[in-house]
């Protein structure tokens, strides 16, 4: 595959796993070919408790560590049962995830807080993951692209365009997340490349990865893979099955 960013392939694990399941897919996951080689990245996600269980386990190979959510406020505090950015920098996170359509549904995360998440993760060197994506509703009413367009829009403008180099976007339609039903790598293609055309600084969209996430499988995704603006992929249901994640891995290349 001939890209100008290399592939991330990030396993999203939401809250799932124990200290013994996370140990037996990590050690599947680092018997994989190709990681020495760095052909595409590799990052897991697991659940704030496990983090450091998860480096460890880690700390021999190739694969990238990164949380799943991080605290708005600066650093440390009376901020009970938040996380910072400078604990995920401790723990060596290289990637946080950010705005997921979870958080922003079930825990109220309007852009403005997703906003300053940014900048905390900038702050202490760890690449945020921006989720965007539009619902069913808008899918069917034909006004997705403005949707989607606008949640981009509602963080660059309070943050600057220039924040986003080398940074992610996960392009994440919420009608595809954890329903077996993805967005076609056509639909995904037209989403990544508006995205993409939304940065007209060349150097800042040549630079960003967009990721899909939504039902990634197996058997969708080397066809997602090879459309020019799909950059790897945040997975699900299918990063919990260390065959699936790694076929997936491997289908990237
Ligand atoms: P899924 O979830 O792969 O299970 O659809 C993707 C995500 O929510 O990031």
Redesign the pocket.
Known sequence: MNKKRDNLI?G?W?MNGSLKQNSSLITDIKRTEGLDKGISELLVCPPDPYLSQARSLLSDVNIHLGAQNVSKEVNSGAFTGEVSAKMLQDLDCSYC?IG???RRAYHNESDDIITEKFFRLLENKITPIL?VGESLEAREFGNYDDFVLSQLERVSNKIGIDKFLNTVI?Y?PIW?????V?ASSEQAQEMHLLLRSFFSDSIIADSIRIIY?????PSNSKELFSMPDIDG???????LNSKDFLNIYKSSF
């Open positions: 990030a999203n939401k995830i997921h359509s979870e989720c996960a994440e595809a997340i954890g329903t077996g993805s996430g939504g039902s990634v499988k992929a945040l997975i699900g249901g299918a990063s």
